[in-house]
């Protein structure tokens, strides 16, 4: 009977450790592969209690690895470490990457002379879409006030309310926003600077975007802005977009003028 229990016994531990050995190659590989080599030089009978000592540490081991992997992306990315790998690499894509500097907004602000040569064009609405303008505002004793402004998007609803651009006619005017959402405003592209923007002036921005809680656009937004301006050069016109474009054209040269 003591014999009995006793292959029993090992016949439990011999599949215990075959379970242990599963779940360690899952989990460490490596370790798993040092375990069986282990096993083979000391010995079929001497397995078990190697492995299970093994298996612990390599528990233990990992664990200690994953937890300061954990809290090394914790501390990168600011997440909280519930989440995964892929989430803490979109946090990190989104709330790690610096806003956009000075020279990145100069070179998607739009310029007066530009707005009037694309408005007509079939890309000008999504283009111009997430690009800066300079706003004329007003006036003060030193001279002109402006403000750098991110456009919204693009109203022509109402062709009958025209306006001069430089020397064309037009009815589409900018919804943009200075600081957050709430404060967006339409616009006459006649009002906007055929000037560079100022450093002065972006800094007023950043700062009304922190104050007003506001969204900065991502280094990645502005990148894709600046591929967008630059594909215009290669822009390819179909027959159909030509035609349009001529319709477009004369049904505003026949429109009566009507001053916004």
């Not at 319709?247 to 009507?258: E, F, G, L």
Request: aromatic share 6%; with cysteine; charged share 30%.
């Amino acid at each position: 009977r003591a014999s009995a229990r006793s292959a029993d016994r090992s016949a439990k531990n011999e599949a215990l450790n075959e379970l242990r050995a599963k779940r360690l190659k899952q989990q460490d590989p490596e370790a798993h592969r040092r375990l069986r080599e282990a096993s083979r030089n000391s010995g079929p009978r001497q397995f078990s209690p190697p492995k299970r000592k093994s298996f612990t540490s390599a528990n233990l081991s990992s664990s200690s690895h994953s937890d300061s992997d954990s809290r090394s992306h914790s501390d990168d990315d600011g997440s909280t470490g519930d989440g995964g790998i892929a989430d803490s690499d979109d946090d990190r894509g989104l709330s790690g990457s610096e806003g956009p500097s000075f020279q990145d907004i100069k070179e998607i602000t739009i310029r007066r002379s530009k707005l009037a040569k694309w408005f007509m064009e079939p890309f000008f609405e999504e283009l111009v879409v997430g690009c800066f303008v300079r706003v004329g505002i007003g006036r003060s004793k030193t001279g002109p006030i402006y403000r750098l402004c991110m456009v919204k998007n693009v109203d022509s609803s109402d062709p009958d309310r025209q306006y001069k651009l430089e020397n064309k006619t037009t009815y589409k005017y900018l919804n943009v926003v200075w600081g957050n959402e709430s404060s967006a405003a339409r616009w006459q592209m006649a009002m906007i600077s055929d000037s560079a923007p100022l450093e002065e002036e972006y800094k007023q921005w950043v700062k009304e975007v922190e104050r007003s809680g506001g969204r900065m656009p991502s280094k990645q937004d502005v990148l894709e802005k600046k591929q967008a301006i630059h594909k215009i050069i290669t822009f390819v016109y179909s027959a159909a977009t030509v035609k349009q474009m001529l319709q477009d054209k004369k049904s505003a040269s026949s429109r009566p003028m009507n001053i916004a």
